[in-house]
């Protein structure tokens, strides 16, 4: 159970906050396209790397006395999943991982940004981009910074045989592959 000065907290900030103003839900779900029936994806093991499942206890509207109001709210508007369009040719894949995936369409194919945190997720996520919008070669790659679930999803949009052939383009920051090896393997197992 929460301490009283921790309930005391989180009910002043009920008081400070404007809950009552909807918008930024309306703005969350704003462009939405399409979803998949259940946002659970498995790897080539059967096993379960990713699911929303895992969060159905966000959809109680009301924050428990433990977690400040303003985070339960902000958890609740990440819940939105699926294909949204931006604007005119820009396109996101969100809440099937941690991160957000950005397709952008061009005269030639796609460019996709940031692509996921594993294989599985970005491929799914691709696929339900091409089911609403038609199929389209991927003919660029963009990373925009060294976090994982940045670029770990890559092999899912495109193959290292379209990498090296240069059918492909890959584009990341200078230093990238120092800075996600640095993160990443160095300082993964003190980040998990």
Known sequence: AATPITCAHNRSVLGALPFGDRADFEDARRGF???????EFRNADGRVIYSLEDYAFLAD?????TV??????????????????????????RGFDISNMTIIE????????????SAEIARAGLDLYFQHRGRKPVTAVIYSH????????????ISAEE????????????????EATSENIMMGVAMA
Not at 163 to 178: D, I, Q, W
């Open 33 to 39: 396209i399409g979803s998949l029936p259940k946002v």
């Open 61 to 65: 509207e009301q924050a428990p006395d």
């Open 163 to 178: 990498v090296k052939a240069r059918k492909v383009a890959v584009v990341a920051p200078a230093g990238f592959m120092e």
């Open 68 to 93: 400040n109001p303003s985070l339960w709210r902000q958890a609740r508007l990440n819940m939105n999943h699926g294909l949204f369009q931006v604007t005119d040719c820009i396109y996101q894949v």
């Open 146 to 157: 060294s976090h994982v679930d940045h670029f770990g999803g890559a092999l899912g949009v």
């Open 106 to 117: 061009g005269a030639r194919g796609v460019i996709v940004i940031d692509p996921l945190i």
